[in-house]
């Protein structure tokens, strides 16, 4: 193992207020514990919910705020009781970096949803201190919480998969939707959404894109490989693709309605959020009750399930469409994030960014 450090001092880019402007910012790492890896920071994909949690838009975010929770990095130090990794491992780090471990949920090894979970950002950990993100050349997370990238999986490729990839896998498994011939639709194209027709087309599905616009049907249809593209604004080709869907992925992070979608559903279909927005989203009870058609949600997915995209995109080939972008393009990426500017996810090269350089005159805590 690495030879056990104490407390450290490290860099993230931080943001402060809910402007959601990121910048240097030196903060101490907790010790390493018997069951800690210790990560430096390789790459870190860029999340929509990153926009959500720096600009406050959930009203719960603390600062400062070190955002990041798409983590691949390499171990350089263990605790005594790690037995998964090793120094020189190449991991990944996800959304959630602790859990009860004692509740249904964490007992049935889907440990998402434990009411306890602890988030790998703006949260707090069970020795008080805020958690902080990997958007930092360094990262202390408990072994549970580590996924192994195997080979034949590129680092910077894997970031996205450890929350796009997992997210539109997990509720596929979960809803036994991974049978060859099912007929789905994915709602927005953007991180999440290219995921999802890439991973369902993958799955031996008919994959249908939902976008409010016609601009991206060629990438749909010639780069992603969907089966056929709908614009949600014409009612003629909505009406004839009325009850032919197993279920629509819907990964729109904004307000929108259900009803026209719902209407795509065929008996017993299913309709899964997986958009984190804000406002109440309504409908009217017979476009469910005369189809027996479910309005359901899925988050992220378990450490189990995490391992098993990484896998699954090895074996099938899989790649994310990403652009790699330096730490001090951050805040310009997140600008063209929330404008829909990206095709498909930013990820960020930590490790080549020179972070705890750029942080020489910046403010700690």
């Known amino acids: 193992m690495g030879s056990l450090a104490s407390e450290r001092k490290v860099v993230g880019w931080a943001a402060r207020e809910a402007t959601g402007h990121l910048s240097p910012y030196t903060y101490t790492l907790r010790s390493t514990g018997p069951e800690d890896v210790v ?7 860029i999340c929509h919910t990153d926009i959500h949690q720096a600009k406050n ?26 037995t998964k990794y090793g120094v020189g491992d190449v991991i990944g780090v996800g959304v959630i970096v602790g859990c009860c471990r004692e509740c249904s949920p964490c007992k049935a090894n889907v440990e998402q949803y434990c009411n306890k979970k602890i988030w790998s950002y703006n949260d707090v950990y069970t020795d008080g201190r805020p958690t902080q993100g990997g958007f930092a050349s360094t990262m202390v997370v408990d072994q549970k919480f580590v996924v ?4 034949g999986l590129a680092p910077e490729q894997a970031a996205p998969l450890l929350c796009a990839g997992v997210t539109v896998y997990s509720p596929l498994k979960a809803f036994g939707l991974t049978t060859p011939g099912l007929r789905g639709g994915i709602l927005g194209l953007g991180g999440v959404g290219h995921m ?6 993958a799955m031996g599905h ?4 939902i976008s409010s616009s016609s601009k991206k ?36 992070p904004v307000h929108h309605p259900l009803e026209p979608y719902l209407a795509l559903l065929k008996l017993d279909g299913k309709h899964v959020l997986l958009g984190v927005i804000a406002e109440p989203l309504s409908f009217v009870s017979p476009m469910v009750m005369l189809g027996r058609k479910a309005i359901t949600g899925s988050f992220i997915g378990s450490i189990d399930e995490t391992a098993e995209v990484l896998q699954f995109c090895v074996d099938k080939g899989l790649t994310c469409q990403i652009e790699v972008v330096k730490m001090g393009y951050v805040n310009e990426a997140l600008e063209r994030l929330e404008r829909n500017d990206v095709r498909y996810r930013f990820v960020v090269d930590v490790a080549g960014s020179n972070v705890e350089e750029a942080a020489a005159d910046a403010p700690s805590n």
């Open 57 to 82: 838009h959930l009203g719960a975010s603390k600062y400062p705020m070190v955002p990041g929770h798409e983590v691949v990095g390499e171990v350089v130090e263990v605790g005594p009781e790690v």
């Open 196 to 201: 999802g027709v890439k991973v369902a087309k």
């Open 217 to 252: 049907r060629a990438e749909a249809m010639d780069h992603l490989g969907a089966d056929a593209y709908l614009v949600s604004s014409d009612a003629e080709a909505m009406a004839a693709a009325a009850d032919s869907l197993d279920y629509i992925i819907d990964t729109v």
């Open 39 to 45: 990560v430096k920071v390789l790459y870190c994909g």
């Open 148 to 151: 192994k990238i195997p080979a």
């Open 206 to 209: 008919h994959v249908t894109v």
